[in-house]
């Protein structure tokens, strides 16, 4: 769903605005009757679409970075989520600054992993 969300438009001047909408429903939230750990692959190409559209620093592609380490979680993989959270964490503050909704929730789903990791 990547390539047709906005790879091969891409440079063709079709914003980021136009298209990086497509780009939750490819896998966000896990389909009826799949894995978690089927599910989590999908998102990986989520975010990276939103980090090619919209850059590395822009709110939705931040979200889109918790919501994989929420996923990764999810699929049993606590350690590679507390560490996404860490990482992800550091970033809310430098971008969105310590009392952006957005950095106390990746801030609560960092503490949330980390305890999951024994």
């Known amino acids: 769903m990547e390539e047709a969300a906005g790879g091969s438009r891409a440079g063709t001047g079709a914003g980021p605005s136009r298209h990086h909408h497509r780009l ?6 896990p ?3 799949r894995r978690f750990g089927r599910c989590c692959c999908r998102p990986r190409r989520t975010g990276g679409g939103y980090l090619r559209l919209l850059g590395p620093d822009h709110p939705d592609t931040l979200s ?3 919501h994989l380490a929420y996923w ?3 699929a ?3 350690g590679g989520a507390a560490a996404a959270f860490a990482q992800l964490l550091e970033d809310c503050l430098r971008v969105l600054g310590p009392d952006h ?3 106390r929730a990746t801030r609560e789903g960092a503490a949330y992993w980390q305890t999951r990791t024994g």
């Open 101 to 103: 909704p957005g950095t």
């Open 64 to 66: 889109a970075r918790g």
């Open 72 to 74: 990764q979680g999810m």
């Open 31 to 33: 389909r009826k009757g």
């Open 76 to 78: 049993g993989d606590a």
């Open 24 to 29: 939750v429903p490819a896998g966000v939230v």
